[in-house]
């Protein structure tokens, strides 16, 4: 499995950007996927995620009402629309996915709980 994030940049606070991440090389379908992020000094948090079955979805709540996560038909790439972004919002993006046949019993939100992850792409908000 494989997955691709794009999106990532320079934006001004109260600024936009839409993350994505393509994901291949799966032969069943996934469990989840989703977002999560690390800002220097601190720990991985998980951002926001959907589930593959009914599409429900999570959201911190440093970030609700201002992110939207939501995925294309074929459920193989998935988006992170930021708005409203702040300076905290600065971080290294990951996108992340829990296969199938991972079987744990950990929320998607918790990093304990994908197995597989991409590459992260940088997210700088400052004015």
């Known amino acids: 499995v494989q997955l691709q994030a794009f999106g990532g940049g320079l934006v001004q606070p109260g600024g936009s950007l839409r993350l994505s991440c393509a994901a291949s090389g799966f032969t069943l379908d996934y469990y989840a996927i989703g977002w999560f992020r690390q800002a220097p000094g601190k720990e991985r948090e998980g951002v926001s995620c959907?589930?593959?079955?009914?599409?429900?979805?999570y959201y911190a709540d440093s970030v609700k009402g201002r992110f939207t996560i939501s995925r294309d038909n074929t459920k193989t790439t998935v988006y992170l629309q930021m708005n409203s972004l702040k300076p905290e919002d600065t971080a290294l993006y990951y996108c992340?996915?829990?296969?199938?046949?991972?079987?744990?019993?950990?929320?998607?939100?918790?990093?304990?709980?994908?197995?597989?992850w991409g590459k992260g792409t940088l997210v700088t908000v400052s004015s």
């Open positions: 992340a996915l829990r296969s199938s046949e991972y079987s744990v019993n950990y929320p998607c939100h918790d990093s304990r709980g994908m197995d597989y």
């Open positions: 959907i589930s593959s079955s009914d599409g429900s979805t």
